[in-house]
């Protein structure tokens, strides 16, 4: 799993927190995968593009959240060399 959905799924299930025992004790990312997928992705798409890189905290766009390392551009060159 990718660092940027894992945040995202994070930041669900705290909103859901806020009222435990709703929906049976199931995760509010769980729900919203499974409830309404559209939504999910276009939800995870939005987070993603200002998403902090994890190395250097600049904010950057994720082309692809589900495959995302966390990591700017500038920072996965500086790794990979």
Do not use: Q, W
Not at 25 to 45: E, H
């Amino acid at each position: 799993m990718s660092i940027v959905k894992d945040a995202y799924d994070e930041f669900l299930d705290e909103l859901h927190d806020e009222n435990p025992g709703t929906f049976g004790g199931y995760s509010g990312a769980m729900i919203m995968r499974k409830i309404d997928p559209v939504a999910y992705r276009c939800g995870l798409n939005d987070y993603s593009d200002s998403f902090p890189c994890v190395e250097c905290g600049n904010e950057f766009s994720v082309d692809d959240p589900e495959e995302s390392n966390g990591m700017c551009d500038e920072c996965t060159e500086e790794t990979d060399e």
